[in-house]
């Protein structure tokens, strides 16, 4: 996501629940929306923020979801995304993943 100049583009085929609707078609656009402090855990990191607008139009739904990146490492720390309709879930990373010892 920090490889976003300014908007990319693509399209995918989700399945939701409840309803039991599947293979219903979404097109989605990223944008780079710009730097923003994120606090956690009390401690500010300086995050580029980048937005995902997804919208189905034969499933007549729309929403925002919202990445904060590490725009060095390219590590979500926190993001806010609707997992299907009326589904919003919040993730908040307090530390990156520790990589393995060589």
């Avoid at 730097?35 to 034969?58: F, N, T, Y």
């Amino acid at each position: 996501l920090q490889h976003i100049e300014t908007t990319a583009a693509f399209d995918s085929v989700d399945d939701w629940s409840p309803g039991y609707r599947f293979g219903v078609p979404v097109h989605s656009d990223l944008i780079r929306i710009g730097m923003e402090a994120v606090d956690i855990l009390e401690k500010p990191h300086q995050l580029l923020r980048v937005d995902e607008r997804r919208r189905s139009e034969a499933g007549g739904w729309a929403a925002t979801n919202h990445f904060w990146v590490d725009p060095q490492t390219g590590f979500i720390w926190k993001s806010q995304q609707y997992a299907a309709p009326g589904l919003e879930i919040e993730i908040v990373q307090l530390k990156p993943r520790l990589q393995a010892a060589p």
